[in-house]
């Protein structure tokens, strides 16, 4: 069994969107993906890109990846890594590919000398939520997370 673990590049905007598309569907969010492979390319390797991305491929199939870009702390003057999405397709759990891509997303912050790397995990998702603390990360529960999107985005920024 074998494990390759690689950035991603312009030519594999399918394979992200195959694997967003897969975590909408365990989150039961399918109804807000918006994403197309178009975006990917234009948004993550594009002139400006947004987003980063490693890939999984267990035996030459592709079996998940991680997507995440920088922030900035202000505390520490240091850039951030934060993980937007983890995801491994569910019938190649349990291999250590969760595992592997975490641990490649720990050192290209430390790399990169980030101060730090955040994620968030759904309140439900106790299974992801037992997998971080089992590897040393801390639950914040005091910090509460905002949103605008869509219209009230648009509302937000027009007063």
């Given at each position: 069994?074998?494990?390759?673990?690689?950035?991603a590049?312009?030519?594999?905007?399918?394979?992200?969107?195959?694997?967003?598309?897969?975590?909408?569907?365990?989150?039961?969010?399918?109804?807000?993906?918006?994403?197309?492979?178009?975006?990917?390319?234009?948004?993550?390797?594009?002139?400006?890109?947004?987003?980063?991305?490693?890939?999984?491929?267990?035996?030459?199939?592709?079996?998940?990846?991680?997507?995440?870009?920088f922030?900035?702390?202000?505390?520490?003057?240091?850039?951030?890594?934060?993980?937007?999405?983890?995801?491994?397709?569910?019938?190649?759990?349990?291999?250590g590919?969760?595992?592997?891509?975490?641990?490649?997303?720990?050192?290209?912050?430390?790399?990169?000398?980030?101060?730090?790397?955040?994620?968030?995990?759904?309140?439900?998702?106790?299974?992801?939520?037992d997998?971080?603390?089992?590897?040393?990360?801390?639950?914040?529960?005091?910090?509460?997370?905002?949103?605008?999107?869509?219209?009230?985005?648009?509302?937000?920024?027009?007063?």
């Amino acid at each position: 069994m074998s494990l390759e673990i690689r950035k991603a590049t312009k030519n594999d905007a399918s394979s992200i969107l195959e694997l967003i598309n897969g975590i909408a569907e365990y989150e039961k969010l399918t109804h807000q993906v918006e994403a197309t492979e178009e975006l990917i390319q234009k948004n993550m390797f594009g002139e400006t890109p947004y987003a980063h991305c490693f890939l999984a491929y267990w035996n030459g199939q592709l079996a998940g990846y991680a997507l995440y870009f920088f922030n900035f702390s202000t505390f520490l003057a240091k850039p951030g890594l934060y993980l937007e999405d983890l995801f491994v397709k569910p019938e190649l759990r349990g291999q250590g590919i969760g595992k592997a891509l975490l641990l490649t997303l720990a050192k290209e912050a430390v790399v990169k000398d980030c101060g730090r790397m955040e994620w968030i995990a759904l309140d439900w998702n106790t299974p992801a939520q037992d997998f971080y603390l089992s590897l040393g990360a801390e639950m914040l529960p005091e910090w509460e997370l905002f949103r605008a999107t869509g219209d009230s985005l648009t509302k937000l920024a027009s007063l």
